[in-house]
């Protein structure tokens, strides 16, 4: 019996930590799918360990017991509310300054009416459409919903919104079926024999086809194509999603780059533009940040002249974005992810590279960035130069990140003006 208390009080206090933890992370994006109903579970988990608190616990156990349950009623309450007030204020944000910080924001939806006032107020620059938004659905039903925010705009005299997905072929191929499958781009390398000039056809063929379809339901921005190098190596085991060789194109940077380009080219022939990601490149990183921090070992030295190589060749011969990756690269900024690093935006890609073109984050609500910080990564990025924001797969955490942007904004902690015009043309550039 004196076991069983034992492992019965032990099991106690631990699911008490896990509910405090709970609490604490209220409404992270691991949870999304239980957005709807987890405020009032966890309550009705913590009422219940209230109630075995009270009946159970002895001596000072009880009073502890029971003062850890009730704090983590009231932290996820605060939680709550402060989210609900932060979704407040930014709907009523109105004005020059709240639509030059929104202009860096792209997001995901579910309903596309949840967008229609943050689109006619200009809160917002840009939109993410993905699986959820193709679902049992019509081209011609998407296409309306997109051309009905696009009208808001015109109505409001407000420039057109971004529209951006992430269609690279192969498993990732977020509008499919309303767009045609293509597998990956890797698969052109198939051929062995293919010569070079042919090669560089069926690449521009293959973005031209894929542009054209991604045009005729409004999108003007893919996040493709990955320019990673393959590795050759096995998935780490806790890679769930990132899993770069099923994505990259070849591990030789001059392959990459061509077909890249020719790729590139052929959806903006469509009048789509196309992202190079995830730049610092992905090749030596074994982690996957959408749930956990990442560091990338490789010497800048040997990434200069390997990985950055398809980068800055696509780059400078086409209109395409370059994405960042939520990756800390520690030898030129231990303390930042390369998506929100100052250090490595201004010195290296704009100031060494030279690149003017657009910059856009990897998804904010991934683990490697949101876990340092929604608030935090939102600024930083901001001030580093970066043009868009992605805020993708839970997109309730804009309205979190656009509060915060505002604060600085109107705190002078973060200064939109001296970059804006400069960010505001490439902006301009990509609708």
């Not at 705009?153 to 977020?174: F, N």
């Not at 890797?186 to 991604?214: C, F, I, K, M, V």
């Not at 915060?404 to 003006?417: F, K, S």
């Amino acid at each position: 019996m004196k076991l069983l208390r034992v492992i019965a009080g032990t099991s106690g206090w631990l699911a008490l930590a896990v509910l405090w933890f709970w609490a604490w992370h209220l409404k992270d994006p691991h949870l999304r799918f239980m957005r709807a109903w987890e405020l009032p579970l966890l309550l009705a988990l913590l009422l219940a360990s209230i109630a075995i608190a009270w009946r159970f616990a002895q001596g000072r156990l009880r009073p502890v017991a029971l003062g850890l349950a009730i704090a983590a009623v009231l932290t996820a309450l605060c939680n709550e509310a402060m989210s609900r007030q932060h979704r407040a204020e930014v709907n009523a944000m109105e004005g020059p300054l709240a639509q030059a910080v929104g202009a860096h924001f792209i997001v995901g939806y579910d309903d596309a009416k949840e967008l229609r006032e943050l689109a006619r107020k200009g809160l917002i620059g840009g939109i993410f459409v993905t699986g959820r938004n193709v679902r049992g659905r019509t081209a011609e039903e998407l296409r309306d919903e997109i051309s009905g925010l696009q009208a808001l705009r015109r109505s409001a005299g407000l420039p057109p919104l971004i529209v951006a997905t992430d269609q690279e072929g192969g498993a990732v191929s977020r509008l499919s079926p309303l767009v045609e499958r293509q597998p990956v781009l890797a698969s052109l390398l198939d051929d062995a024999d293919l010569p070079d000039d042919e090669l560089t056809q069926r690449a521009h063929a293959y973005g031209a086809q894929q542009g054209r379809a991604l045009a005729a339901l409004g999108i003007t921005l893919n996040f493709s194509p990955v320019v990673d190098l393959r590795t050759g190596r096995a998935p780490d085991r806790w890679d769930f999603h990132t899993r770069i060789d099923e994505r990259a194109i070849s591990a030789d940077p001059a392959v990459t780059a061509q077909v890249a380009l020719a790729y590139e080219l052929g959806l903006e022939s469509a009048g789509v533009r196309g992202t190079l990601k995830h730049f610092p490149g992905l090749a030596g990183v074994t982690g996957d940040t959408h749930h956990f921090a990442a560091e990338l070992h490789t010497p800048v030295a040997r990434l200069a002249e390997h990985d950055w190589k398809p980068f800055q060749d696509v780059s400078k011969h086409s209109d395409a974005a370059i994405m960042l990756g939520h990756v800390i690269l520690a030898e030129l900024d231990a303390a930042y992810p390369v998506s929100f690093s100052r250090k490595i935006v201004q010195r290296v890609i704009r100031g060494e590279w030279g690149y003017q073109g657009l910059l856009v984050t990897d998804d904010l609500t991934m683990g490697a960035a949101y876990n340092r910080g929604l608030c935090d990564a939102t600024v930083r990025a901001l001030d580093a130069g970066v043009d868009l924001l992605l805020i993708a797969f839970d997109h309730d955490k804009y309205f979190d990140a656009m509060h915060c942007a505002q604060r600085a904004a109107l705190q002078g902690t973060l200064e939109l003006r001296t970059p804006e015009r400069g960010s505001a043309r490439r902006l301009q550039s990509f609708r």
